[in-house]
């Protein structure tokens, strides 16, 4: 694997955590932040929920008055 080095300046607060975490599990902070990026580069686009995407293009593209059409669909219901 061609590697390259890389220096980021980041809060002592999350340096901290992130030496302690490597520490307790073993590893080094460049495998945790290595295998960090990792998991982001695999992970999969999230799914559109089903009746998310069944409702998506009912809304007309163009500026609709709304309020101008729910009196009017009153005034039709009400005669």
Not at 34 to 41: D, V
Not at 62 to 72: F, S
């Amino acid at each position: 694997m061609d590697t390259a080095k890389l220096t980021v300046r980041l809060p002592k607060r999350s340096l901290d955590f992130a030496k302690e975490y490597a520490r307790e599990h073993e590893i080094t902070v460049t495998d945790l932040i290595a295998r960090y990026l990792t998991r982001l580069q695999d992970e999969k686009p999230a799914l559109i929920h089903p009746d998310v995407a069944r409702f998506s293009g009912i809304l007309p593209d163009e500026e609709v008055d709304d309020k101008a059409l729910y009196y009017e669909h009153i005034e039709r219901k009400h005669r």
